[in-house]
């Protein structure tokens, strides 16, 4: 692996920006949710989702058996509940305690 060196103006450290190519591959399970997702149009409006009372923003991976109860809203009363946040549906997903979610 080459060392790292900062970039230099007149001998002083300044920052720069640059880009690394990254190359990485999808299960075909990620893929097959992938596919889903956009069939469903969520890759454009996904829906909140609310995992044990707290909104998550990133994407989470919950194996079936850590998940007690799931709910979905829709319409009016995902907005009546989240607000306009909940326009795009709301998910709500109650886990097991003690298994925590993999990220």
């Keep these: 692996m080459t060392e790292w ?5 007149n001998g002083e450290a300044v920052h720069s920006r640059g880009s690394v190519p ?3 591959s ?3 399970e990620e893929k097959d949710f992938i596919s889903t997702m956009q069939r469903m149009g969520l890759d454009e409006k996904p829906p909140l989702y609310i995992i044990d009372n ?3 923003r990133s ?3 919950l194996p079936s058996y ?5 709910r ?3 319409g009016q009363s995902a907005i009546d509940q989240y607000g306009e946040e909940g326009k795009n549906g709301v998910v709500v997903v109650t886990t ?3 298994t925590a979610p993999v990220r």
């Design 5 to 9: 060196k900062p970039a230099r103006k």
């Design 22 to 24: 990254v190359v990485f």
């Design 26 to 28: 999808l299960s075909e």
């Design 54 to 56: 707290k909104k998550v």
């Design 59 to 61: 994407r989470v991976h």
């Design 66 to 70: 850590n998940i007690k109860s799931l």
């Design 72 to 74: 979905v809203l829709k």
């Design 96 to 98: 097991k305690r003690g």
